[in-house]
């Protein structure tokens, strides 16, 4: 992948009865947060295995827990706190802050263990081709990438965050469709300057879990 493209990992400290509650039915408290930590450390292995050097950790919780401060220090990562706002306000300003010093940026969470180095460097070659923004919808409405260039789309990025990450039903099954609607609104067209790769699906539900362990996507 081209250096000057960055990959951003959100995740969270994984906390007993903080993380991944809805699992919580499922493996338990402990047990969630035991997911959260096999989730994250196996989204760090494949954003580094697809950007060496061009990764970063962006946390929620405790910025100073052990699991987070070892994972920067195992992949040789920086660390940043997601700040506060919403989801889209948080996922905005890590783009605008990563976009300032490279050509593009792919935002990930942690939640898609079926994420591979192609995905993310398919992701990387939509943006390099002259996309404003690119997307990894999920099969349960949302998505599980954001990717924007520096350059985007002649210049419309920031109206295209406007409309992306302001006024969305963050955690709901709208959320690309929601997303779609929004830049139209702007004179975006799908296939041109926004992009979609193939659907994924992530792990959210109890039912997602097992499909992962069926899968041998998550080890502990």
């Not at 007993?16 to 047990?31: H, M």
């Not at 923004?133 to 949302?142: I, L, N, Q, S, Y």
């Amino acid at each position: 992948m081209n250096q000057r493209v960055h990959i951003a990992v959100f995740t969270r400290a994984p906390v007993a009865g903080a993380s991944k509650t809805r699992l919580v039915p499922l493996l338990g408290q402990e047990g969630a947060a035991a997911a959260q930590r096999a989730m994250t450390l196996r989204t760090l292995e494949t954003a580094c295995s697809a950007a060496p050097g061009q990764v970063s950790l962006w946390t929620a919780g405790d910025p100073d827990h052990p699991f987070l401060a070892d994972c920067a220090a195992r992949f040789g990562l920086s660390r940043h706190p997601q700040g506060e706002g919403d989801l889209g306000i948080r996922m905005a300003h890590c783009l605008r802050s990563l976009l300032a010093g490279h050509d593009a940026v792919l935002l990930i969470g942690t939640d898609c263990p079926v994420f591979s180095a192609g995905d993310l460097q398919a992701a990387a070659t939509a943006l390099r081709h002259g996309a404003g923004m690119v997307f990894t919808p999920a099969e349960d409405g949302g998505y599980v990438l954001v990717g924007a260039a520096a350059q985007g789309a002649a210049g419309g990025l920031e109206s295209a965050f406007a409309q992306a990450f302001t006024r969305i039903d963050w955690g709901t099954s709208a959320v690309m469709a929601q997303t779609r609607t929004r830049l139209r609104q702007i004179g975006w067209r799908a296939g041109h300057e926004w992009q979609e790769l193939p659907v994924l699906w992530d792990v959210d539900t109890p039912a997602d879990y097992i499909r992962a362990q069926q899968e041998r996507l998550l080890d502990f």
